[in-house]
């Protein structure tokens, strides 16, 4: 099935992940360095990209599930 709402959820999803494994890597790095500034903006960052990527994943399995919703209507009648 090609729905454009999956391929949109999808497509955001996949940028949120990648967006939290930057702020991860930098954050790692962060912490190897030492560098506590840097591990405390960057943790608030994480968490909020972290919230973010839930979010997204949620709405895309939502989304998801209304097709299968739509398949056992169809099935039914």
């Not at 967006?19 to 890597?25: A, M, P, R, Y």
């Not at 930098?26 to 840097?38: K, N, W």
């Not at 608030?44 to 599930?65: C, D, G, P, S, W």
């Amino acid at each position: 099935m090609n729905c454009a709402e999956c391929d949109r959820l999808r497509i955001e999803f996949d940028r949120i992940v990648r967006l939290n494994s930057e702020v991860l890597c930098e954050y790692s790095a962060a912490v190897l360095m030492y560098d506590q500034e840097t591990v405390a903006s960057l943790l608030t960052a994480l968490h909020e990209v972290e919230l973010l990527r839930a979010e997204a994943r949620i709405r895309l399995a939502f989304h998801e599930e209304t097709h299968s919703r739509e398949i056992v209507m169809i099935a039914r009648q």
